[in-house]
């Protein structure tokens, strides 16, 4: 049963333009949420992070909103550059130390 | 260098060889974890620690054990290995666990195959 799924297992991406990675989830428990990004033969690196009390954080380029009803994330990226191209792993924590994550996106940037 | 350290990065081994990945870090951290990415799957957890001598089940804990005996290692036994247990794996290590601004720190990955 996969609790937080992305449904999009690749984008593509031209430079410049904007890329939205989304992210569904089916734990109403669920309460902080994260985004990973990992290149190959590397370990996830934290990307940006937001908790269910906001809708919106931002760190210079990336954006993640948050729809709490819809129980739908997504990550802004803006404006994308070759160097974003990586696999993004949606993740999310609920009542325990857990955190469960999605089943990755790979973003191509093209120039 | 605040890091993860995962040894050995790659193995082959065959059915029924007790292996042992180790899982460093150097950032006191009292929060350790580990998770294995299966193709289609994403990242599920294997195990976490959320202290010395405090160890709990994540979503696969099937045919692991772990023991947390001091605070920067945090070790993956596998007793009998099976080829369904090939897959990579990766240690990550936090402050707390709990879900403040203070993420987990990944290590580079162990790929294992199972024969």
């Known amino acids: 049963d996969q609790q937080v799924k992305q449904n999009s297992p690749s984008l593509s991406v031209q430079e410049g333009r904007i890329s939205i990675l989304n992210c569904d989830y089916t734990?109403?428990?669920?309460?902080?949420f994260l985004w990973y990004k990992k290149y190959p033969a590397e370990g996830p690196t934290f990307l940006i992070s937001?908790?269910?009390?906001?809708d919106k954080n931002e760190d210079g380029r990336f954006t993640v909103f948050l729809n709490k009803s819809a129980k739908h994330l997504s990550l802004h990226i803006v404006p994308s550059q070759p160097g974003d191209s990586a696999v993004y792993f949606c993740?999310?924590?609920?009542?325990?130390?857990?955190?469960?994550f999605g089943t990755g996106t790979r973003l191509q940037v093209t120039l | 260098e605040a890091q993860v350290t995962q040894n050995p990065r790659y193995l082959i081994t065959v059915t029924g060889k007790k292996l042992t990945v180790t899982c460093s870090q150097n950032?006191?951290?009292?929060?350790m974890s580990w998770y294995r990415q299966d193709p289609g799957l994403g990242l599920r957890q294997i195990y976490y620690?959320?202290?010395?001598?405090?160890?709990d089940k994540g979503d696969v804990p099937e045919g692991y054990k772990v023991s947390r005996k001091e605070k920067r290692n945090f070790p993956l036994i596998l007793e009998s290995p099976s080829p369904n247990q090939t897959s990579l794996y990766f240690c990550?290590?936090?402050?707390?666990?709990?879900?403040?601004?203070?993420?987990?720190?990944f290590g580079d990955g162990t790929r294992l195959s199972i024969l």
């Open positions: 990550a290590s936090s402050l707390d666990g709990r879900k403040t601004n203070q993420p987990q720190h």
């Open positions: 734990n109403s428990m669920f309460d902080y």
């Open positions: 937001i908790s269910s009390i906001k």
């Open positions: 993740a999310a924590y609920g009542t325990a130390s857990k955190l469960t």
């Open positions: 950032m006191n951290h009292e929060y």
């Open positions: 620690s959320m202290n010395v001598e405090v160890t």
